[in-house]
């Protein structure tokens, strides 16, 4: 478990360095503003955490304090992944875009 907080700080600190990238669209991968940055990297730190969420193919991305998850998992882990997400302060909102897989 130590193992993914110096992840998650080494994440912060890599997103901090870099600043602020405008990309295509409103949805940015946590560098649109600092409480996005961090909503990120406390959600990704989270999820690495939680043995039933620490394998999934998910990517995180955050827009004023809306969060959403992407990828593919199985219902199980998206509905873990979803609740995990919530359960971060500063959350407002968790748009869950995972895509489940069949008879999972």
Do not use: F, Y
């Not at 994440?11 to 600043?19: D, S």
């Not at 304090?65 to 990828?71: A, H």
């Not at 882990?77 to 008879?103: C, E, F, L, M, Y």
């Amino acid at each position: 478990m130590g193992m993914h907080r110096k992840l998650a700080a080494v994440l912060l600190c890599a997103l901090a360095v870099t600043g602020c990238s405008h990309l295509e669209n409103e949805w940015r991968t946590g560098t649109a503003t600092t409480g996005d940055a961090a909503l990120v990297t406390k959600v990704k730190a989270r999820l690495l955490d939680d043995p039933a969420t620490a394998a999934m193919d998910v990517r995180v991305a955050a827009a004023q304090g809306t969060v959403r998850l992407s990828g593919s998992a199985s219902r199980e882990q998206s509905d873990r992944a979803t609740r995990i997400a919530k359960s971060v302060p500063g959350v407002k909102q968790v748009d869950n875009d995972i895509q489940t897989q069949p008879n999972s």
